[in-house]
């Protein structure tokens, strides 16, 4: 079976504390750590905006 990688552009933060912060992906349901999308191509986040 061949698995499609998935690049978890639509999430949605669950939980968060001051080590890390974790995404759900609402396509493939995959729990993540914000920390290993940063490394991820289309993934952009800045503090700019807070």
Do not use: N, Q, W
Not at 18 to 32: H, M, N, P, Q, S
């Amino acid at each position: 079976m061949h698995e499609s990688v998935c690049p978890h552009k639509h999430t949605r933060l669950i939980a968060e504390d001051k080590d890390a912060r974790y995404l759900e992906c609402l396509d493939c349901g995959k729990i993540i750590e914000a920390g290993e999308l940063k490394d991820a191509p289309g993934f952009d986040e800045s503090l700019s905006d807070a």
